[in-house]
């Protein structure tokens, strides 16, 4: 029998996790297997094997995300027996999910959690944004890669079908329709107290920034793992990728991105942190 949530926003990956005596998170495959709906962990066992098979072609070691365990288990009158299980990582699971059954709701539930605590984990474990301290250092750096994963998510999109500008605005739309409760970038502009010529990504403090970020690199992946082709699959993927990350989000207990204040212009913030990076590269050279 599958676990099922007690409380909707406390997310049945969440609540499953655990911590080993180092401090460092894992989860179970037994109880990922069940959480994941599947009837006997035997069959679950060729999904991990696909996910270590995945996890080999992103050069990544199998033995930092996957590591064979017996656990203890109840077996009545209070005797226990040891089975075989994995302990694994958050990564590892990321991997599973996208090789799990994907008619099953759980499924693309799990395929959304993990791929949005996936990339949060990366970018916090990256040295340089571990190193930034002030809110403008973090608004900075996420717009950065927010910029750097648009081009790519623009050239996605192209291989899918989206070719004109037109139809680019469309897509875009698409994926903030899904993120913002159904409001489009002219409704963004309007509930943000935004004008026509300011650009939507310019305003968004760090935490709006990282669910936009979220969507454009999911939609991405997505349109190129699913091989998606024409503009109406294409705007389709962007919507449901939005609506899986707000759905995670309030899982999570966030805010939601449209009631998130509008932030001042980035273009201020750049203008105060070039001549910085200039100093200190200055700096660097005289030393």
């Known amino acids: 029998m599958s676990k099922k949530l007690v409380n909707p926003h406390n997310n049945l990956f969440e609540q499953i996790r655990q911590t080993d005596e180092t401090g460092n998170e894992f989860w179970s495959a037994r ?3 069940k959480a994941l709906e599947y009837s006997e962990y035997r069959h679950f066992m060729s999904v991990i094997e696909r996910a270590k098979e995945a996890c ?3 050069g990544q070691q199998i033995n ?8 203890m288990v109840n077996i009545g009158s209070g ?5 075989e299980s994995v302990k694994l990582s958050r990564y590892a699971c990321y991997l599973i999910v996208q090789n799990a059954d994907p008619g099953k709701e759980v499924v693309a539930l799990g395929q959304t959690y993990f791929a949005v605590q996936t990339r949060l984990q990366e970018i916090r474990q990256m040295d340089e944004y571990n190193r930034l301290n002030t809110e403008d250092e973090r608004r900075l750096f996420l717009r950065n890669e927010m910029a750097k994963h ?3 998510l623009a050239a996605a999109a192209k291989d899918a079908g989206v070719i004109e500008p037109l139809d680019y605005a469309i897509f875009q739309n698409h994926g ?3 993120l913002y409760g159904g409001l489009d970038a002219k409704a963004i502009h309007k509930k943000k107290g935004l004008k026509k010529s300011q650009q939507i990504l310019d305003h968004m403090g760090s935490t709006e920034l990282a669910a936009n970020l979220f969507r454009a690199t999911q939609t991405e992946e997505k349109l190129k793992r699913e091989n998606i082709k024409g503009k109406q699959k294409a705007n389709q993927t ?3 990728v939005g609506k899986k990350v707000r759905k995670t989000i309030a899982e999570l207990g966030g805010e939601m991105p449209e009631n998130l204040s509008a932030a001042d212009s980035i273009k201020k913030i750049e203008k105060v942190q070039q001549p910085k990076q200039i100093n200190s590269r200055k700096k660097k050279d005289e030393e």
């Open 31 to 33: 109880d990922l297997s």
């Open 56 to 58: 080999v072609n992103s």
């Open 64 to 71: 930092n995300h996957f590591e064979d365990i017996l656990e």
């Open 79 to 83: 005797a226990q027996r040891k089975i």
């Open 150 to 152: 648009n081009i790519q």
């Open 176 to 178: 903030y329709m899904g």
């Open 238 to 240: 962007h919507y449901e």
